[in-house]
């Protein structure tokens, strides 16, 4: 399995209040994503990395930034929390390009977030 | 942008049959991959199999097979044998081989029970 943590695993928060999610990986890899998960959408992009503080915007960025100062660590955070955000939030990881690589993205465990 | 979709948002396959799960997906790109992706009740996304766009022969995995066809845009997943485990929602999924992203556009997803 790839080595992908996030924390935290589970989070109820107050509407208006700001919220980070972490992810860290242990294998160096180049392309970091944050989607989220919801019933119908199965999963949509956030924020993508491919590289440290390289980051670019994704399909549903509206609320959401991303910082990216090492390689491991992928931040996604919530500047004011709102009820629509409310969602299971997913961490992948990609190594560098390339046929040999297999180009499979791999998914952290989840982190379900809860804004009351 | 590329879409993908399946049409299927439930099936059913009584334990030890088989079952074909349907994914369609639309781009002008000629080179990219396909994913078929698992997600049990723990949200685990879990890869089941992988097809790369310039190959011809179809993936295998066990007893999970595609069936590929890159003119009509169709990738439909093969379970056979099917066990109890194998309930779960599963995603299709595509990465494109260019441009900066190259994040997992995804299907909303079939979910799929076994019965015993």
């Known amino acids: 399995d790839a080595g992908i943590t996030q924390s935290p695993r589970h989070k109820v928060t107050e509407t208006g209040t700001p919220v980070t999610l972490r992810c860290h990986q242990t294998?160096?890899?180049?392309?970091m994503y944050w989607y989220r998960q919801d019933p119908g959408h199965g999963l949509r992009l956030i924020h993508y990395?491919?590289?440290?503080?390289?980051?670019d915007k994704g399909e549903v960025s509206d609320g959401y930034s991303v910082s990216r100062s090492k390689t491991e660590d992928f931040l996604l955070t919530l500047e004011s929390a709102t009820s629509s955000q409310t969602s299971v939030y997913f961490c992948?990881?990609?190594?560098?390009?390339?046929?040999?690589?297999?180009?499979?993205?791999?998914f952290g465990e989840g982190s379900w977030l809860t804004v009351v | 942008a590329q879409t993908v979709t399946q049409s299927q948002p439930e099936m059913s396959v009584q334990e030890a049959e088989t079952v074909t799960l349907s994914c369609t997906y639309d781009?002008?790109?000629?080179?990219?991959?396909l994913f078929w992706y698992k997600q049990p009740p723990s949200r685990q996304m879990i890869l089941v199999i992988r097809?790369?766009?310039?190959?011809?022969q179809n993936a295998t995995e066990n007893r999970f097979s595609v069936n590929f066809q890159k003119a009509a845009k169709s990738f439909s997943l093969k379970i056979s044998d099917s066990q109890l485990g194998d309930a779960a929602m599963y995603f299709c999924?595509?990465?494109?081989?260019?441009?900066?992203?190259?994040?997992?556009?995804f299907g909303s997803g079939t979910q799929l029970t076994v019965l015993p």
């Open positions: 999924a595509y990465r494109s081989a260019s441009g900066s992203a190259r994040q997992l556009t």
């Open positions: 294998e160096n890899h180049r392309y």
């Open positions: 781009t002008s790109e000629s080179d990219y991959y």
């Open positions: 990395s491919y590289g440290v503080k390289d980051t």
């Open positions: 992948a990881i990609s190594e560098n390009w390339g046929r040999s690589s297999g180009n499979t993205i791999y």
């Open positions: 097809q790369e766009a310039y190959k011809q």
